[in-house]
């Protein structure tokens, strides 16, 4: 039997952007609900082992904050389970980001739920969209009991994926404009053991070659970072990458056993050719794939590369985007456009606001960017800025659907009762 539950906002996927959706909404007074269909919150950052906060400061030796509201406030929580949130300027690319423990993060993100007004389902998945006209009127979701049925008056994709913009029927865009091909896909692996110091690009890179010297295979992609803070002996590689043509389960099976045998091989040079890592061991990979870019949500306004690089402000800002975008091409090469020191770019409202549906909004990687934009937005820090701003948006559209009550003036005024930055 099919259960039919209400809400008035509906938020779908349970990462950062989803996180601060639902958690906003419910603090904008609307009755809201998250729907993940993982175990456990945190998207990639958690389910991915991509361990660290990028997009929280601009880029420089003495960075500003530029992430307030619900992404402060996780700060502020990892600081209290004893994580260092202090940032790091990479001393391979000048960019800044905060390392974390993937697992503390989980109790993080159930704690400020079950705190929270909003209500959460993990283990479900949306299958299916009803519609009528310009509006979603609910979602079809699948748990092991069977199908549910969720009415609400707004929702939020920030699946990642765009997955209830695609199943609503609208179009979207994927890749580059010119050739279509997405960012790589990579597979996180943590290894225990390494030193203590900062280990850079420039070792990986040496090791790596080194490894193709001696006829290791998988070993495609040469240039990546150890996430990991001084004082650590562990920290997580990103290394092993494969071009993702679509989501569809095939593709994802070939991607994620390919993946798995790179990972065999990157540890394989680290262990042998970087100093101090000849007893590391392998602790776990994934367990999911991490996906940089697919699906891209088309709103009333896009936002382009050349926005972001040339730091445009705009009048109805809902945040900052401060991450220098950072392309992860098809042929294994990482492509670095810097934006200027200590500054940021405006993320307009209208890239939040699908246009040919009334009431959704998009949050995360999927909001509507062009490719060079989207590699600076995809990150998380910048995801729980455009997730406060739409599930506020969501929210207040979902008590009153006069276009004047979920404006720019009316999310901006929200988002600083939140504490967010403009």
Known sequence: MKRSITYEVAVVGGGAAGIAAALASAKAGAKTILIERASALGGQGVNSQVAAY???YTRGQNPDKVVGGIGDLVL???????????????????????????????????????QSKADLLLHTSLVGVNKKDKKIKSL???????????????????????NLIHLAGLKTNWGDENTHAVQQASLAFRVNNIPARNILMSEIQSAVKKGKEEG?????????????????????????????????GSNLTNAEIMLRK???????????????CENAFLVSSGPNIGIRESRRMIGDTTLHGKDI??????????GR??????????????????????????????????????????????????????????????????????????GLQSKDTDEKNFCADAVQKELKAQRALL
Not at 309 to 318: A, C, E, H, M, P
Request: charged share 20%; net charge negative; aromatic share 10%.
């Open 76 to 114: 502020k929580k990892m600081n209290a389970a004893g994580m260092d949130i202090t940032p790091h300027p990479s001393p391979s690319t000048g960019n800044v980001s905060i390392k974390f423990d993937p697992e503390k993060m989980k109790f993080i993100f159930d704690d400020l739920f079950l």
């Open 262 to 276: 790179k990972v065999q091989s990157y540890f394989l040079i680290v262990k042998k050719y970087i100093k101090g």
């Open 140 to 162: 079809i979701c699948y748990d092991d009991e069977g199908l549910i049925e969720v009415h609400a008056n707004s929702f939020v994709d920030a699946s990642g994926n765009a």
């Open 54 to 56: 990028c997009g929280f």
């Open 216 to 248: 290791i295979p998988y070993l495609t992609k040469e240039k990546g970072v150890f996430i990991k803070n001084n004082g650590d002996d562990y920290g997580f590689l990103t290394l092993p990458s494969v071009d993702l043509n679509s989501l569809d």
């Open 309 to 318: 690089l040339n730091v445009v402000k705009r009048k109805d800002s809902i």
């Open 321 to 394: 985007a401060a991450w220098s975008p950072e392309i992860h091409h098809t042929n294994n090469q990482v492509e670095y456009k810097h934006m200027p020191d200590n500054d940021y770019a405006s993320i307009p409202l209208g890239s939040l606001k699908a246009k040919d549906i009334d009431n959704i909004w998009g949050a995360g990687r999927l909001i509507s960017v062009d490719h060079v934009a989207q590699a600076s937005i995809r990150v998380m820090g910048t995801s729980y800025i455009t997730g406060q701003a739409a599930g506020i948006a969501a």
